[in-house]
């Protein structure tokens, strides 16, 4: 479509090349980013909702459903399933699994976001619990596999970076790193291995706390606990600051290389909020808070 001068005379049609000239330059910062028409929309959802609910939420999956979470990021059925064989506390945990071509969001994934943007310059709370079966659990040799995640949160059309925050196995290894950049980018200015554990336990559930306070302008802070015990402390540059949201969690199974075989792991009692004992998945807690 043509804007000519006559056009712009006219109230209506002025309005029309507008939104013309706008959709064309979004068309142009989608196609930059790499993102397709769902992610961008997927993006702009998140942030219309940000923050969406309550500081404090409990997704347990004691519910029988996926309500509150992002289910953008599962393939197939099998995805993610709640179950009640393999459960921390309650009787529900969700099974999470990928197969070789379980691809979506640019990615070998099946992960479950909550939609909730962290504020920046306060302290967020986080627990969940993870679960690595000693058979199903396999990633061939070189394969990373991320668990969980806080990613940072781009504006539209952005590019992203990689994730301020995540937890990752890759043979035998468990392994929490993160990232900082002035400008979000896959190729950050700094990357951190915070903690390792070697030879990480299979068949039983790790009882993750996180207490993270974001910052845009000086140093965060991330205090990480394992069982109860501190897992390890950092203070310094993590994030992008020329994002205007915070991190969002996900957690799942996303392989960064080739299977040859499903992958499967477990998730239970996810919650968010303002101390330790509120977010320890090691305790039963009343019910779900609205999302």
């Known amino acids: ?28 910062r989608i196609a930059a980013s790499g993102r397709t028409l769902e992610e961008h929309r997927d993006i702009a959802r998140s942030l219309e909702t940000d923050p969406r609910g309550s500081r404090t939420v409990r997704l347990d999956f004691e519910s029988g459903d996926f309500a509150g979470w992002s289910v953008r990021r599962l393939a197939k059925d099998y995805s993610a399933v709640i179950q009640s064989e393999i459960v921390r506390t309650g009787s ?44 199903s659990f396999a990633p061939p040799k070189g394969a990373g596999v991320v668990l ?13 970076g990689k994730p301020p925050l995540a937890i990752r196995y890759l043979d035998g290894t468990l392994r929490f790193t993160g ?5 979000a980018s896959q190729n950050p200015d700094k990357r951190y291995v915070f903690h390792e554990i070697p030879d990480v336990a299979r068949a039983t559930w790790l009882d993750f706390v996180f207490r993270i306070h974001w910052s845009r302008e000086g140093d965060s802070s991330i205090d990480a606990f394992l069982g109860g015990r501190r897992l390890f402390r950092f203070n310094g540059p993590l994030g992008y600051r020329n994002q205007i949201k915070g991190p969002y969690f996900k957690l799942g199974v996303y392989a960064s290389g080739e299977i040859t075989s499903p992958l ?7 919650s968010r909020a303002d101390s330790f004992e509120a977010v320890d998945p090691s305790t039963i807690h009343g019910a779900a808070d609205e999302a």
């Not at 699994?97 to 979506?104: C, Q």
């Open 179 to 183: 990232a900082f950049s002035e400008v």
């Open 1 to 28: 479509m043509t804007c000519s001068t006559r056009s712009y005379r006219d109230g209506i049609l002025r309005a029309t090349c507008r939104q013309v000239i706008m959709a064309g330059t979004d068309a142009q």
């Open 148 to 160: 969980a995640q806080w990613h940072d949160q781009a504006e539209l059309g952005d590019p992203a």
């Open 264 to 270: 499967v792991a477990y998730h239970d009692n996810y």
């Open 92 to 135: 529900k945990a969700c099974r999470f699994e990928i197969r070789p071509g379980d691809y979506v969001s640019q990615g070998l994934r099946a992960e479950l976001r909550d939609w909730y943007n962290a504020p920046f310059e306060q302290d967020t709370w986080y627990g969940f619990s993870t679960y690595l079966p000693e058979d």
